[in-house]
């Protein structure tokens, strides 16, 4: 029982020291800082009567849990986007219902944050894709998603989504 008690302090201790370092804020770990929250689509200057998706902080203060409704009877997922302080990088990992399990690698272009995966075609080709979370003020929000044929050298717009929190 006593091994027990000092195994249990010192994963409290090591956690506690984990999760201070995790939050040694800079302004890259604050860049979702108003995340949290119910985020409605707009569409043609009108704002979607459900959520696209709601933010709930997660372990720590840079880090959230998203759960995402892909319209009425579409597919649901799930994500975490969390800021490594090791790695001092924004990463994101997805889980859907249509069985899809994906880890993203965050980079930083021109002061905003995307996150990139290869992924591969029915054809065989590589391509590397990108999505951004773009916050604009504490309500409103632009969401990217691109893709390059040839390395990251250029990129197409796949689509542009506007989002409104309430």
């Keep these: 029982m006593k091994k027990l008690n000092v195994l249990t302090i010192a994963m409290l201790l090591l956690f506690q020291t984990n ?27 009108k704002t979607n009567e459900f959520p696209s998706f709601v933010v709930t902080k997660s372990l720590y203060d840079s ?14 997922g799930k994500a975490w986007r969390a ?11 997805w889980i ?16 905003i944050w995307y996150i990139y995966k290869y992924f591969v075609l029915d ?25 390059s044929r040839d390395e990251g050298k250029t990129w197409t717009l796949r689509f542009t989504e506007k989002f409104v929190k309430k």
């Design 83 to 93: 800021f490594d302080g090791r790695t001092k990088k924004w990463d994101f990992a």
């Design 19 to 45: 999760t201070l370092f995790a939050q040694n804020h800079t302004d890259d770990s604050n860049y979702y800082k108003d995340w949290e929250g119910m985020w409605y689509e707009v569409v043609d200057g």
């Design 96 to 111: 859907s219902t249509d069985g899809l399990f994906q880890l993203w690698e965050g980079k930083k272009e021109n002061g």
């Design 123 to 147: 054809n065989g080709e590589k391509v590397l894709s990108r999505q951004a979370i773009i916050v604009n003020d504490k309500t409103h929000m632009t969401r990217t998603s691109e893709h």
């Design 63 to 76: 880090s959230f849990e998203e759960v995402w409704m892909q319209g009425k009877g579409g597919h649901y």
